[in-house]
């Protein structure tokens, strides 16, 4: 089963509501899950979405990965898969496949994503895509520990919140100096 338009919108919706200021974002999203083929299919162009796990510690860093097939650091994730019934579980089998760890010691923040971000994408030799737009819906989970699994299949780095840029990083400062009682 896998995840529909109609659930990419009410996510994408549901997103807007606890950002207003992050509309603009969102708008053009929408539309296209509105109007066109499943925009979670690699496949689907101008763009699609992926899911990526903003994974957390309790000592405030952040894990990044370099899996080899894209430029730099990122954020664990990727293409939503036809198994996957959720994004928040597309998320976790991801994470799951290149870190090793058990989505059973997460802590996801929310049902809905902590950030959502147009990236644009260049060719990618080797991966037979055109430049395009992903849609990376950003689940923040907390992890007690820097520890990962055993099958870690990509090269690890754990960053400091306070090291981490843009929107994304502003947000994550505020929440980790936010009592967890007012959160």
């Known amino acids: 089963m896998s995840v529909s ?15 207003p200021s992050e509309l603009d974002t969102v708008r053009d999203l929408v539309i296209l899950s ?4 499943p925009i979670t299919l690699r496949g689907t162009l101008p763009a699609h ?6 994974v957390l510690t309790s000592d405030q860093h952040v894990l990044t990965i370099r899996d080899g097939e894209r430029p730099g650091w990122q954020f664990p994730g990727g293409h ?7 994004l928040l579980g597309s998320t976790l089998r991801q994470l799951r496949e290149l ?14 994503p902590c950030d959502l971000e147009a990236v644009p994408v260049d060719t990618v ?10 849609y990376d819906f950003r689940y923040l989970l907390h992890l007690p520990s820097q520890e990962l699994g055993f099958d870690v299949a990509v090269d690890v780095r754990w ?21 967890a009682a007012l959160r």
């Open 125 to 134: 030799p080797g991966l037979d895509e055109p430049e395009h737009v992903h």
């Open 34 to 37: 509105l109007l066109g083929p």
């Open 99 to 112: 870190t090793g760890i058990d989505p059973n010691v997460l802590r996801p923040e929310s049902a809905l």
């Open 49 to 54: 979405l992926a899911c990526r796990a903003v």
């Open 159 to 179: 960053v400091p919140v306070d090291e981490l840029p843009g929107r994304l990083g502003a947000k994550l400062r505020r929440s980790s100096r936010t009592p």
């Open 5 to 19: 338009n109609n659930a990419v919108v009410s996510t994408a919706l549901g997103y807007v509501e606890a950002n």
């Open 80 to 86: 939503v898969e036809d198994e996957d019934c959720s």
